[in-house]
DNA sequence: ATTGAGTTCAAACAATTGTTTGAATTAGGA
DNA sequence: TCCTAATTCAAACAATTGTTTGAACTCAAT
């Protein structure tokens, strides 16, 4: 056996979820990731078979992680009011404009595919039925008519994420010149808020939008 | 004087127009452009300096075109009552899913760039200072109690637009395997009707949320 | 016909990307 | 101790990127 193996996979994907979190799975090079891991340029094809590879790994460590976490869990938010829940389940999304833990990053990545799916991210939600937007369905399900279809409610489910994703991919853009906005806490808990209440305020009608039956 | 110049930087900006609405600025090679276009390598270095100058130049056309149009022009939207306004703004965000034709894909280039701005657009829109975020923030305003800050407004407005520019960047994608979603006339009525309403019944609370002042 | 500026062209350049190679190490089992 | 398999490493590879080069070509004006 040579040196710890597990050392190095560990440095590799803690690099690897930093930089995705921060750019987005394209925009992030091997090389980039080697050098803040401190490890050699072919690690990441040694032990994950490519880049793909990699980010397949940091997907499926992503997606239990955020399956299980409070902020998505379809138990945890079943327990609560629909208000509550939806409340909840923003602010968790938003969670990356304030800490920049590893469960933020975690949700970041998330936040680049919802820009622009890459091809891995695609084949690991066609393997996983139970997409990362399932949570969101759930929550959106509480104010929408009983009767409503799968698909529209799907369809509600992408408006609302969209909503936060646009500002945690854009954090630091949005702090600067044309927008000059202050993301702090009370900037956070202020768009959650926005984000809540016009969701609250609009989706009991949404069902009278003539979404196409499933 | 050589062939018609103005012939090749046409056939250019028609190629670029069309792959960049396609998949972005970054995804855009010069190469494809080329092809496309039917044009030498070299050519869009000499007719624009080089790809950002290019890409200047097609955000120049795409602003111009966008802001003479009914869609977002200030004055034809006042005309209008807040609702009809909203209304004929979000199914505007949502033409290029209905259809192929240039304005489309001039939308279609702002919602990749408002997925993750390029630094060429950034630059663009520092120097002009009407962005084109401020048509949304001029049709928001009308729902929101009189004394809102700008830049809640202006929050407001990014949300609006967040919603509409899912669906348009990933039009393709949505209509296959997890989401299946048949993207017709009818359905892209009824999601412009569920954005609406959403902001309709949600927006005049919008003004507690507590956004931070100006 | 000749000039000369404007334009096209094939080819190469320089930089970056993900991946592969093959030798050099390392450590555990015989 | 020697052997073997796992791991690391520097280097190169092949493909793609945007850009530059310098000669060839076109056409209006002289």
Redesign the interface.
Known sequence: MGRPAEYTRNQIVKAAVSLFAEK?FERSSVRDIVTKARVNQAAINYHFKGKDGLYLEVLKLAFARLTEDAGVDADDLKSLSPEQALRHFVHHQLRPLLYQDELSRYIRMFAWE????SKVF?KF??TNST?YLSAAVAVVRRFLPPQTAD??A???A??L???C???V??RD?FGQ??????IDE??V???A???T??????????G?????AA
Request: charged share 15%.
């Open positions: 987005g919802s820009a622009h799916p695609r939600i066609a997409s698909r529209a799907m369809v509600a992408i408006c994420m969209g909503q994703s646009v500002f991919r854009n853009l010149d044309p927008f000059r906005l202050t009370a900037f808990d202020g768009l808020d926005l984000i209440r016009v969701a609250i305020g609009g989706l009991p009608h949404a009278d939008a003539g979404l196409p």
